[in-house]
């Protein structure tokens, strides 16, 4: 049996094309229901902006670093968990905190903004923490991981579908809208359609692998809820603010961090598995969570 890290899961170029460009439209989908009143919401109340920055974009990766240091998973576990803590949050978050009956607009308000500093912060906390651990820095010298390519790839992934659907929204807002309620779950249903093709080809890799990355998945992912929730019952938010950055936190991007992963380590073991068990994982603890707050409101 081949070890973790030398395992790669196949994932052709066309794929990995068709997989850039659905991710480009669930983005440019997402923008599509963000306006800039949106990001004057956050200005106007910084103190939820930097909180959510905070916990996003500061501890949760620094939180992973000092939990891999303490488990020592396989590096490219180590690499995978890392991508997914360097991801924004998923646009998903925004229907989990909805559903919770958090502080709707702060979720979308949040994304958005994390959307727009990730093209700086995913790349640099990923390199920063990858390089300062000694097995993974190993294999970010072997692949010659270019920051700026890595730049370059989220802005086009994130960046450029953002400013044009949000660009679109503001020149014509009732298109906008009919456009996102097709656009927004075709695009990700196409994008999951993808991901379980390229999996289902691999399916010996996942089957040999996947107890591997359990347990850490499930871990990793409950640390980043409860991070979120501790955070902002820190700095005394409202529950309806804590349990959206609560969701907000443990919901990432792991479909960009797929892509990336995908693009520059060739779907390098560990991290793939890892990211896609991530994805999967992240849907059942928020929409369970999000039920269970959205149960405790109506009881009250």
Same mark, same amino acid.
């Given at each position: 049996?081949? $070890? ?24 440019? &989908? ?43 998973? $396989? ?14 949050? &998923? ?16 979720? *979308? ?10 093209? *700086? ?20 010298? $072997? ?20 400013? !044009? ?61 409860? !991070? ?8 005394? !938010? ?9 969701? $907000? ?52």
């Amino acid at each position: 049996m081949q $070890e973790l890290d030398q395992v790669k899961i196949n994932f052709d170029t066309n794929g990995l094309w068709v997989l850039n460009i659905a991710l480009a439209v669930v983005m440019f &989908g997402v923008a599509l229901g963000i306006k800039v009143d949106d990001f004057k919401l956050l200005l106007k109340t910084p103190k939820l902006l930097l909180v959510g920055i905070l916990s996003q974009f500061i501890l949760l990766p620094l939180l992973t670093f000092v939990l891999i240091i303490g488990i020592k998973p $396989e590096p490219s576990i180590a690499l995978g968990m890392m991508m997914v803590a360097a991801c924004p949050g &998923g646009n998903i978050s925004n229907f989990m905190s909805h559903l919770a009956k958090g502080n709707t607009a702060l979720s *979308v308000s949040l994304t958005a903004f994390a959307t727009f500093i990730a093209i *700086v912060m995913t790349p640099f906390n990923f390199q920063f923490y990858g390089s300062l651990y000694e097995p993974t820095s190993q294999i970010l010298k $072997e692949v010659e991981l270019n920051p700026f390519e890595l730049i370059k790839i989220v802005v086009l992934i994130l960046g450029i579908p953002l400013v !044009l659907g949000m660009f679109f929204r503001y020149k014509n807002p009732q298109m906008a809208t009919k456009l996102s309620k097709v656009l927004k779950p075709f695009s990700i249903i196409v994008f999951a359609l993808i991901v379980v093709i390229a999996f289902s080809n691999n399916i010996e890799v996942f089957n040999n692998y996947i107890q591997h990355v359990l347990l850490i998945g499930i871990f990793h992912n409950a640390l980043a809820i409860i !991070l979120g929730l501790m955070v902002a019952k820190l700095f005394r !938010l409202s529950f309806t603010n804590q349990k959206t950055l609560a969701i $907000e936190t443990g919901i990432q991007n792991s479909g960009l961090g797929l892509l990336l992963i995908f693009t520059f380590f060739n779907g390098l073991g560990g991290m793939a598995i890892l990211a896609a068990f991530w994805g999967i994982w992240h849907i059942i603890s928020g929409l369970t969570l999000a039920f269970y707050w959205s149960y405790k409101s109506s009881k009250k």
